[in-house]
């Protein structure tokens, strides 16, 4: 319990500062408890050895395939008109994957291994999904260049391309028949940490109005003095607040019982809308210099934007969580 809140105090503190930052730093030490279930002792020492640091990334985003994974799992990969763009195939004890995985990978064009949840096809005819652990220095893996983006712009992401990349069967660390179960423990993960980072967001977006309203003089007194900007900071307190309260309950649950993806879903949703509503009016207050690049409000804000969308659309997270009620 005491490291549930804790991790939620990192969360929120490394996120106050820069959240695309936090983000890379979480994934980058997210793949050594999957590289464990490898029992590969060779692949262990390489890539789970804290005097050998190595960099992770989760790849699960596809190009035709956004939404669509996040989505209520037993529906994944069952429907045959939707095609993955991902496929791992055995060849005699090894699989072969071929194809490729989105541009919104996190940390995709600087890490070391891929968590790469895909799909899996044992040659009936009938795609699963399966979970690998590749080294993204093995022949056939490409990487072009990082994307471009509006937002987290320090949180590096790119495709992976895969073109007959072989990985012996240890490489394998989750089947089909548990795959559901593995995707749906990652979301609930995943969630709920999004939700404790983006308190940090909506802390520093009303600190930073705070003090500007009690240094930015109009009508001949700091604005903070003004009635409606104090009701308006009173909000963003009270959001962060709520946001805040979520985040930890919800982490404190997760550590004492199976974490609940509804819970985790309500965090993530909640929290980033709120880290978003808290920077907009952050910026009223701003005025028109929240426009500008001299004052950090406008980077707070575009990345906060980029959370409705990460790791799951807030819109399609909720009719995720709705499903579960
Ligand atoms: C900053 C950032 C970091 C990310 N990191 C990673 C990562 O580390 N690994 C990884 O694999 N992926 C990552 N992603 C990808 C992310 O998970 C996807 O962007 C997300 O799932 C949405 O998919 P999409 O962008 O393809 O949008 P689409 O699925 O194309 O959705 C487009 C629009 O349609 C709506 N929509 C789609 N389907 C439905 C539906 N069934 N019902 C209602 N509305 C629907 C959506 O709400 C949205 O408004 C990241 C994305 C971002 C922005």
């Keep these: ?31 050594p408890p999957f590289v ?12 789970c050895s804290p005097q050998r640091p190595t960099i992770g990334c989760w790849a699960l985003t ?42 919104w990978v996190s ?30 220095d093995l022949p056939g893996v490409e990487r072009p260049p990082p994307l471009d983006k509006l937002g987290q712009r320090s949180l590096n992401q790119g495709e992976i391309f895969f073109n007959d990349v072989r990985v ?31 308190v940090g967001v909506a802390r520093a977006a009303y600190e930073l109005a705070l003090d500007y309203s009690k240094e ?25 607040e709520a946001a805040r309260a979520l985040a ?8 004492a019982s199976e974490p609940v ?6 965090t993530k949703v909640f929290c980033t809308q709120a880290a978003f509503d808290v920077a907009t009016a952050s910026l009223q207050i701003f005025g028109a210099n929240g426009l500008t690049r001299e004052y950090p409000i406008e980077k707070i804000l575009r990345d906060a934007r980029a959370s409705l969308i990460e790791d799951g659309c807030n819109e399609v997270l909720s009719l995720v969580g709705a499903s579960k009620l």
């Design 1 to 31: 319990m005491t490291q549930a809140r804790l991790g939620c105090i990192v969360n929120e503190e490394l996120a106050w500062g820069d959240v695309g930052l936090a983000i890379s730093l979480g994934l980058s030490q997210f793949h």
């Design 36 to 47: 464990e279930m490898s029992a590969d002792s060779e692949l262990i020492e390489r890539f």
């Design 62 to 103: 596809e190009p035709d395939h956004g939404s669509d994974t996040v989505g209520p799992p037993e529906d994944y990969l069952s429907d045959p008109a939707r095609r993955p763009n991902c496929i791992a195939r055995p060849e005699g004890s090894d699989f072969v994957i071929n194809g490729q995985k989105a541009a």
């Design 107 to 136: 940390n995709g064009s600087i890490a070391d291994l891929a968590v790469l949840f895909c799909a899996f096809d044992d040659r009936s005819g009938t795609l699963a999904g399966s979970v690998f652990v590749v080294p993204l």
């Design 168 to 198: 012996p069967a240890s490489h394998r660390v989750v089947d089909p028949e548990i795959y559901p179960l593995a995707l749906e423990g990652m979301l609930a993960f995943a969630n709920a940490a999004m939700g404790q980072l983006f």
């Design 216 to 240: 930015r003089v109009q009508g001949g007194r700091p604005i903070f003095e003004h009635q409606s900007v104090r009701g308006r900071l009173f909000e963003m307190f009270t959001r962060t």
């Design 248 to 255: 930890r309950r919800v982490a404190a649950h997760n550590a």
């Design 261 to 266: 993806l509804q819970y985790s879903i309500a």
